[in-house]
Nanobody
Framework: QVQLAESGGGWVQAGGSLRLSCAASRISFSLFLVAWYRQAPGKQRELVASISGDGRTNYVVSVKDRFTISKDSARETVYLQMNSLKPEDTAVYYC???????????WGQGTQVTVSS
């Protein structure tokens, strides 16, 4: 059964914005480290941003000050707000939730983001 449901992918011109959503079912994000990864064709999957159970955030340097990861605990949803998008941001974006103490590592299905020049 799906535990992470992603939405919000699409295509946008350079300089535009998109907001990705990752909604949880049957889990509480407060217990997990939640992260967004991305993978472009021919490239390795890379960590883009993460948010811990206590709200601490981290970003890869290439998206710092452009992307914001946030969490709505009441809706059990994690967002990735992407502003000032560049063609190099084009990739499949994946939501991940990890709870190391219980050996849990959950992944969404991935959503395509395409940024045109």
């Amino acid at each position: 059964q799906v535990q992470l449901a992603e939405s919000g992918g699409g295509w946008v011109q350079a300089g535009g914005s998109l907001r990705l959503s990752c909604a949880a079912s049957r889990i509480s994000f407060s217990l997990f480290l939640v992260a967004w990864y991305r993978q472009a064709p021919g490239k390795q999957r890379e960590l883009v941003a993460s948010i811990s159970g206590d709200g601490r955030t981290n970003y890869v340097v290439s998206v710092k000050d452009r992307f914001t990861i946030s969490k709505d605990s009441a809706r059990e949803t994690v967002y990735l707000q992407m502003n000032s998008l560049k063609p190099e941001d084009t990739a499949v974006y994946y939501c991940n939730a990890k709870r190391s103490s219980h050996a849990l590592d959950l992944w969404g299905q991935g959503t395509q983001v395409t940024v045109s020049s």
